[in-house]
């Protein structure tokens, strides 16, 4: 210290931590009124922005009083040096975590965006939370005068080490970027493995995909298994797509009147049932002569996978009652038994039904 500390040093102190604490409290205030703004835009990113703003500003103003504070009183150049050191740190980390919180914040958005759905893929977040930290990191070691050229080779051979020992781990890692890059999965995807897994996709993270099935139940597929799996995805490149429903009709039935009363019913089903699609056009295909039957396909139309369960069931309903209304009959399976000399004899089956296990004609 080159001089007493003198009253006048006190005050003039004092006026510069109580103008950072009076600007902090301004510039909080300021922000609050610009962050019930921002929620009334349609971009989520403002709102993340002038939250994060909330808390660097404030502080900020703070950590500028308390340097003005300590460039007016008489301190040593060693204090003074560390006082500085240990502002520049502070601030850092303020900053450091609140850059980290908007960028991820705005990855987060930009993903949901991508997707169009409400669930979020945690693994560019997750990595670019650890960047933004770990740069952050960096910065206050150099500003501690710390070297971090040692740091960083130690780092790369180390790195190379734990990457031997987590082969796996990287491997679902890139696996999972690999997946999101590509767009071939996204979260809010219903989408069906070749081993039979099926469900929407939750979340794609670091390690692993989470799908959740229709019964709710959560099924977690390591991400290198998901890349090398056959899958079908019944999201993209359309949402919309189309299911078949078999039916049959009696022999002795008008196939024209047949034709245009199932096509009134499709047409009724997709105007009243939720989830149909009520622009698509009836479709109906013959193409079996049967045992008993002629068998034909309705196609219907579905805006999204789970809802072909409940329109398929409503169309069935509507087309058996009409049906019977219009006279028109679905034959029951068939089957001719002959008897010759005690023995049974089972000439044909109908309707696709099959011998019994273990059943043999009598000989």
Do not use: C
Not at 85 to 93: D, K, P, T
């Amino acid at each position: 210290m080159n001089r007493a500390v003198t009253l006048d040093d006190l005050v003039l102190a004092g006026i510069s931590l109580a103008a950072g604490l009076l600007l902090a409290f301004l510039s909080r205030t300021l922000l609050r009124w610009l962050a019930k703004h921002a929620k009334r835009t349609r971009w989520s990113g403002d709102d993340i922005i002038v939250d994060a703003l909330r808390s660097v500003v404030p502080w900020a103003a703070i950590a500028g009083g308390a340097a003005a504070a300590a460039a007016v009183l008489p301190l040593t150049r060693t204090l003074q040096h560390h006082t500085d050191q240990i502002l520049e740190v502070w601030l850092i980390f303020v900053v450091t975590l609140s850059a980290a919180r908007v960028i991820s914040g705005l990855v987060s958005t930009l993903t949901q965006s991508r997707s169009g759905v409400a669930g979020s893929a945690t693994i560019f977040v997750n990595i670019t939370r650890v960047l933004v930290l770990a740069i952050g990191f960096l910065i206050v070691l150099q500003t501690l005068g710390i070297s971090i050229a040692p740091l960083l080779t130690a780092l790369g051979v180390g790195g190379l080490a734990v990457a031997l020992a987590l082969q796996d781990t990287l491997a679902n890692l890139f696996a999972g970027i690999h997946i999101l890059a590509s767009k071939t999965v996204q979260p809010g995807d219903y989408i069906r493995l070749g081993s039979g897994e099926e469900g929407y996709v939750v979340d794609i993270n670091w390690r692993q995909t989470t799908v959740r099935q229709l019964s709710n139940n959560l099924v977690v597929i390591p991400n290198g298994q998901l890349a090398k799996a056959n899958m079908t995805n019944y999201t993209h490149p359309e949402q919309r797509l189309t299911v078949l429903v078999q039916v049959g009709v009696g022999y002795d039935a008008d196939l024209e009147h047949v034709e245009r009363v199932t096509a009134e019913i499709v047409a009724e089903t997709m105007r009243e049932v939720e989830g149909a699609v009520p622009d698509h056009e009836p479709a109906i295909r013959f193409h079996t002569f049967g045992d008993s039957r002629i068998g034909f396909t309705v196609i219907l139309g579905v805006g999204e996978f789970s809802d072909q369960y409940r329109i398929k069931h409503e169309f069935i309903k509507r087309l058996h009652r009409r049906y019977r209304q219009e006279g028109i009959t679905i034959p029951a399976p068939a089957r001719t038994v002959a008897l010759q000399q005690g023995a049974v004899v089972i000439p044909q089956q109908r309707s696709g039904e099959e011998m019994a296990p273990g059943a043999t004609a009598a000989q």
